[in-house]
């Protein structure tokens, strides 16, 4: 018999398909983050599901300057996760993996709705799934949906893929003492008001039991190092 799979999230912000300092989808920017995506896994023997962020098109909080209300522009959010999942639906399917989008917002036209059972059978057939459209309610961030989804399809580990190395004790592009954190409870994360996710994501976590690894996305190949187990980062527990 052969041993089986173990089953990951990767949690991506939306700005991970543009270039620092512009809004959008850069061409260039998703077809590396996707082949990286699809090579990492097609080493790594696992089970990936992938929820990526809006914030590259519309960030909620961010983007509704007053006038805009908060479950408007949430919503606006939602649906700027859809169209970065079909971005990345269809560049990772170039680079040669089967992929399928699942959104917790009804859009049967463009992807197919958020159902646990046929999320896990999707993994089980070897396609990547994309979770889009957050938890499908207003007032909740991406990390907490990353959360939620890994949990509801039993995930072994989350995967935060940022801007830095980890965690650190302070923010290392304002503070350049900041120290990175290997280790850290969900607890200890929760009391020191550590910025690397919100507290709703750390509190799933815990419930769940869910280990969250925080490592760099722009570091090459620490995709394939995080899908593998290999350990870089910050490892919250």
Known sequence: MTAPKKRIL????????????????????LKEIATEIADAYQKAHCELAIVIGGGNVWRGLRDG?????????????????????????????????????????NIYQLAEPFVRRKAIRHLEKGRIVIFAGGTGNPYFT?????????????????????????????????????????????????????????????????????????????KKGNIELALCGKDIGTVIY
């Open 10 to 29: 990767l949690k991506l912000s939306g700005e991970a398909l543009s270039t620092e300092g512009h809004r959008g989808i850069n061409p260039q920017s």
């Open 65 to 105: 300057g007053g006038v805009i209300d908060r479950v408007n522009s949430d919503s606006m959010g939602m649906l700027a996760t859809v169209i970065n999942a079909i971005a990345l639906q269809s560049a990772i399917e170039e680079a040669g993996v089967p992929t399928r989008v699942l959104t917790s917002i």
């Open 142 to 218: 991406t990390d907490s949906a990353a959360a939620l989804r890994a949990s509801e399809i039993n995930a072994h580990v989350l995967l935060k893929a940022t801007q830095v190395d980890g965690v650190y004790d302070a923010d290392p592009r304002k503070n350049p003492n900041a120290k990175l954190i290997d280790k850290i409870t969900y607890a200890a994360a929760i009391e020191k008001r550590l910025q690397f996710m919100d507290t709703a994501a750390l509190a799933i976590a815990m419930e769940n039991k869910l280990p969250i690894q925080v490592f760099n996305l722009h």
